[in-house]
């Protein structure tokens, strides 16, 4: 058979969750808002599949662009590019 390619492949150890954060996550995580310009901390949050960053992204810095619907624009540096990636509130900490 030929190997996966899915979108969560090799995330086994990296989107697992502490022993005290699984189960549901908290409601104020999917409230929360943010300010365009507002630093945020990309922490993927594994029990919410929609709007997920890609998992290569998980720990990096950015700062919010714009509001798309629910979803923010992050805009972080990958290496010496600028990327731009969408991602829902309950993926992001305020730094």
């Given at each position: 058979?030929?190997?996966?390619?899915?979108?969560?492949?090799?995330?086994?150890h990296?989107?697992?969750?502490?022993?005290?954060?699984?189960?549901?996550?908290?409601?104020?995580?999917?409230?929360q808002?943010?300010?365009?310009?507002?630093?945020?901390?990309?922490?993927?949050?594994?029990?919410?599949?929609?709007g997920?960053?890609y998992?290569?992204?998980?720990?990096?810095?950015?700062?919010?662009k714009?509001?798309r619907?629910r979803?923010?624009?992050?805009?972080?540096?990958?290496?010496g590019?600028?990327k731009?990636?969408?991602?829902?509130?309950?993926?992001?900490?305020k730094?």
């Amino acid at each position: 058979m030929p190997k996966t390619k899915g979108f969560r492949r090799k995330t086994r150890h990296k989107l697992k969750r502490g022993l005290r954060e699984r189960g549901l996550s908290p409601l104020t995580r999917a409230l929360q808002e943010f300010d365009e310009g507002d630093r945020v901390y990309i922490k993927i949050d594994s029990s919410v599949h929609k709007g997920m960053p890609y998992p290569r992204y998980q720990g990096a810095n950015g700062v919010i662009k714009e509001r798309r619907g629910r979803a923010y624009l992050v805009e972080i540096k990958d290496g010496g590019k600028k990327k731009i990636m969408i991602s829902r509130p309950q993926h992001l900490v305020k730094i």
